[in-house]
């Protein structure tokens, strides 16, 4: 294992380095979290279509899938194009975790995570999450026990602490890192502040000088500036974007073109914009079935046309229509009319 001075390997191909974690070596890097109710095979395959070398799946109970209940299994499920994937898993019984993940292998996973970052009050209520940053013994438990489960490569995902008076994610990441993780995510705030206040960007460069495997920076990235600036201040070696994906999967395309050229890309034209609803919608109808598609959809929805001139109107009218057909219909009249044609951002890619 190299020293914590020596980066982990890391090779150029066509303006962009590769990385490896673990045995899996992917083209950049740039990562779609797992974020419950979104990130499904069919948002992950929008993503990988901009760029996104790595998706995760949606955060999946170890004990539902070991159980079989709920749609935990359903989770599982993706599509030959969606690879490589990594499937996260959350709990707190290190038995559970170790048979969920040979399950996540045998359906298919390239790679596991255990979630030991997310605040939800019904996952850390019963140790998981967030909660396992307050018990290191078993954070250590846990990752010996689903490595020695598991062959393929094993990541972690942290929060910085439980709260601002616990701050321990530098212990807590050598302690996954000696127990066997091949990489380590961080997202740099407390458990107790969720989402709320900004992301200390200077946690995650101290877990990653005193780490030897990769770390992947996470919290706050909005834009494809985000991605560089967090490159900059945290030196990681990998960024995993969240929230700021959201109606926005071009943010991976766009900083792979400005890391290529150094230039800060547009948003996309009404056309393009367009063309990725209308596939994604496709997506998770093919997915889901045209009733429980459409209404899984609607958020997607939201997001994609947040911001746009006039967009609050057009999805109080969306919200009422019925079928694929006239979802697309009203879509195409809104986005090619003239209030959203003559925006600003869309005047800047027609130019």
């Known amino acids: 294992m190299p020293s914590p001075s020596e980066p982990p390997e890391r090779v150029k191909l066509c303006g962009h380095e590769i990385m490896n974690i673990g045995s899996l070596s992917l083209s950049n890097g740039l990562f779609l979290a797992p974020m419950a109710g979104i990130s499904d095979s069919a948002f992950r395959m929008v993503a990988r279509s901009f760029g996104a070398s790595l998706c995760y799946s949606e955060m999946i109970s170890a004990e539902g899938l070991v159980r079989g209940t709920g749609r935990s299994f359903e989770y599982l499920a993706s599509p030959p194009g969606d690879k490589p994937l990594g499937i996260q898993l959350f709990g707190a019984n290190p038995e559970a975790l170790a048979e969920a993940a040979i399950i996540a292998v045998e359906q298919g996973a390239d790679l596991v995570d255990i979630?030991?970052?997310?605040p939800v009050k019904k996952v850390i209520r019963n140790g998981a999450g967030a909660a396992l940053m307050k018990d290191p013994a078993r954070v250590a438990a846990i990752v010996s026990v689903v490595r020695r489960a598991v062959t393929c490569p094993l990541t972690v995902k942290l929060r910085s602490g439980w709260s601002e008076a616990s701050i321990n994610v530098v212990e807590i990441a050598r302690?996954?890192?000696?127990?066997?993780?091949?990489?380590?995510?961080?997202?740099?705030?407390?458990?107790?502040?969720?989402?709320?206040?900004?992301?200390?960007?200077?946690?995650?460069?101290?877990?990653?000088?005193v780490l030897s495997v990769p770390v992947i920076g996470s919290g706050d990235i909005w834009t494809a500036a985000d991605i560089?600036?967090?490159?900059?201040?945290?030196?990681?070696?990998?960024?995993?974007?969240?929230?700021?994906?959201?109606?926005?999967?071009?943010?991976?395309?766009?900083?792979?073109?400005?890391?290529?050229s150094g230039l800060s890309a547009g948003g996309p034209s009404p056309t393009e914009r367009e063309e990725t609803i209308r596939r994604h919608m496709h997506l998770a109808l093919d997915l889901y079935g045209?009733?429980?598609?459409?209404?899984?959809?609607?958020?997607?929805?939201?997001?994609?046309?947040?911001?746009?001139?006039?967009?609050?109107?057009?999805?109080?009218?969306?919200?009422?229509?019925?079928?694929?057909?006239?979802?697309?219909?009203?879509?195409?009249?809104f986005l090619h009319s003239t209030e959203v044609l003559m925006?600003?951002?869309s005047q800047e890619r027609l130019v």
């Not at 979630?115 to 997310?118: H, Q």
């Not at 993780?181 to 709320?196: E, I, L, M, Y």
Request: glycine residues 10%; hydrophobic residues 40%; aromatic residues 8%.
């Open 115 to 118: 979630n030991m970052g997310c």
């Open 175 to 209: 302690i996954v890192q000696d127990c066997g993780v091949d990489a380590v995510t961080v997202h740099p705030r407390t458990a107790v502040r969720g989402f709320r206040g900004g992301a200390d960007w200077r946690l995650t460069a101290q877990v990653k000088n």
């Open 228 to 260: 560089r600036r967090i490159r900059d201040v945290a030196g990681c070696d990998a960024v995993m974007v969240a929230r700021g994906s959201l109606g926005n999967p071009w943010i991976f395309r766009d900083a792979l073109r400005e890391e290529e």
């Open 290 to 333: 045209e009733n429980r598609g459409m209404f899984i959809f609607r958020k997607h929805m939201l997001w994609y046309t947040k911001g746009l001139p006039g967009g609050a109107r057009f999805r109080k009218t969306v919200l009422e229509e019925k079928s694929r057909e006239a979802v697309l219909e009203s879509l195409h009249r």
């Open 343 to 345: 925006s600003p951002d």
